[in-house]
């Protein structure tokens, strides 16, 4: 028996705490963790005592982090987190193993330890199983293997330190055939009331697994081998599960792109129009595939679609090409987003990203220059991010293996620091991304435009109003500092 176990053995029931790490601090959303809320309630099925921290809805230190642990008493401890919390996660399990006991298991998991096991089990000894991949039914298996007593050398889908104390890397586990086969989500779990944005309490929701495309950003498809979809009457039955236990009528899709097929599209239309309730929801998606669904945006539209997020990156069609993208008319994008605008009264994000190698100053700053085309006379809301090579992607390997990655310290993989070697100076990369918030959203047709959202009939709207005036007195307080630096 090893040292996991023999508390275990002792006890009739195995208790499991899910910790969703500290996040940066940001004032206006803080999203639920779906995985998590997936794995619990697996575990909830199985018989499994599930208590579930939310350490960036709460809001509360590493010290009360502990605190929840030494008095749940947990047998085993399971973070993730992106890239840059993902040492949060490895703070927790160090302090866990020191501070409580040596014989709680810790387990990571998501794509960032998916891609380094064993770099997070060599750098952090108080590490003991990385799950790869898909998580349900690999952490049911590590719990059944674990309260029988049993070696986790049968558990596919595992990096782990096995008798001898040895990293050993276990072969992959199959994917979930059927999507709809996993227990609706366990927000019973949650601090629900804490998930709010544009002033109205929202939840995730998935409607299907992976994507066709190869973008080497992207972790999705890599992580997600193919798409699996979930069929859109479950989606809806999951919907009107919500409403009905959490009061929560307005969701988010956490697909990377939702609804790539007509089909799905028209089937979740369909279950909408006869399910008898009004539900509210967003979800991402391509210039491309949205434009074919011309015939469907009025009825989107009359099914509660508020949002859509458009990741269009950049104009450049030679930039484009290393997303893995073609390029697109602007004038085409510009009339479909003046569609759901201004007559179908839908808001439009789009995602713009800056500092791949290919990238130049002039070609930022038309990138900037295009935001300012876009925002605020024609899209709700242009947010902009750098490049960043997450662990797995191919971006990842292709910049590692031409020594192109100037980091490798994770808490730099932010969104807000260019890791990446190009052509332009990395803190003159960072002078025109700063320059891209503040000559975007802190000019005067921007606040005109927001004061005039104030008084929307769409609340939705209003909503982002009130975040932009939060957000434009942070920018002018940046601008201030720069001005003032000699």
């Known amino acids: 028996m090893t040292v996991w176990n023999r508390q275990l053995n002792k006890e009739k029931k195995m208790r499991v705490l899910l910790i969703q790490p500290p996040m940066f601090k940001m004032a206006s959303i803080v999203s639920p963790n779906l995985g998590l809320a997936y794995i619990a309630a697996v575990l909830e099925r199985d018989g499994i005592e599930v208590k579930v921290v939310d350490s960036a809805a709460e809001r ?6 502990i605190e929840h642990i030494r008095q749940f008493r947990p047998h085993i401890i399971g973070s993730g987190g992106q890239t840059p919390v993902s040492p949060h996660s490895l703070t927790i399990f160090r302090r866990t193993k020191r501070e409580i006991s040596p014989d709680i298991v810790t387990l990571a998991g998501g794509p960032h330890f998916t891609f380094t096991d064993r770099e997070s089990l060599e750098e952090c000894p108080e590490l003991d199983i990385v799950v790869r991949g898909e998580a349900e039914e690999t952490i049911r298996q590590v719990c ?35 999507l709809d086969s996993i227990p609706f989500p366990a927000w019973h779990l949650f601090p629900v009331e804490k998930y709010q944005w544009m002033n109205t309490n929202v939840i995730g929701i998935s409607s299907a697994r992976g994507c066709p495309y190869r973008c080497p950003h992207c972790i999705t498809w890599k992580v997600h081998k193919g798409v699996r979809r979930r069929n859109p009457a479950k989606i809806v039955e999951e919907m009107i599960w919500v409403k009905r236990n959490f009061n929560i009528d307005t969701f988010f899709f956490h697909d990377d792109v939702s609804f790539l097929i007509r089909e799905q599209l028209e089937g979740f239309l369909e279950e909408l129009e006869a ?19 011309r015939d469907l945006w009025k009825r989107m539209k009359k099914n509660g679609l508020i949002m859509l997020f458009l ?10 090409r290393y997303y893995g993208k073609k390029g697109y ?54 947010i902009g991010s750098l490049a960043v090579p997450f662990p797995g992607t191919e971006m990842y390997k292709q910049l590692k293996a031409k020594n192109m990655i100037t980091s ?79």
Not at 275 to 292: H, I, K, P, S
Not at 409 to 415: I, S, V
Request: net charge negative.
């Open 275 to 293: 399910c008898g309730e009004r539900f509210y929801w967003w979800y991402e998606t391509r210039e491309d595939v949205l434009l074919g669904y």
């Open 311 to 320: 990741g269009l990156e950049t104009p450049d069609p030679e930039i484009r």
């Open 60 to 65: 509360i230190t590493y010290d009360e982090i």
């Open 408 to 486: 490798f310290d994770w808490k730099d993989y932010g969104f807000g620091k260019s890791v990446i070697k190009t052509s332009v100076p990395p803190e003159k990369i960072l002078k025109i991304f700063n320059g891209f918030w503040i000559g975007t959203f802190v000019r005067p047709k921007a606040l005109v435009k927001q004061f005039i959202n104030l008084f929307s009939r769409n609340r939705f709207r209003k909503g982002t109003a009130k975040s932009y005036f939060y957000t434009a007195i942070t920018m002018m307080k940046l601008r201030g500092k720069q001005d003032s630096t000699p």
């Open 329 to 382: 008319d602007v004038e085409t994008v510009d009339r479909m987003i003046d569609t759901f605008e201004k007559e179908l009264d839908v808001l439009i994000s789009v995602y713009m990203i800056f500092g791949v190698p290919d990238d130049t100053e002039k070609s930022m700053e038309d990138q900037i220059k295009y935001a300012k085309h876009l925002y605020p006379d024609r899209c709700s809301l242009v």
């Open 144 to 178: 059944q293997e674990l309260k029988a007593g049993e070696s986790l050398q049968g558990v596919s889908g595992i990096t782990w330190r096995n008798e001898k104390g040895q990293i050993t890397c276990n072969q992959d586990r199959e994917l979930i055939p059927d």
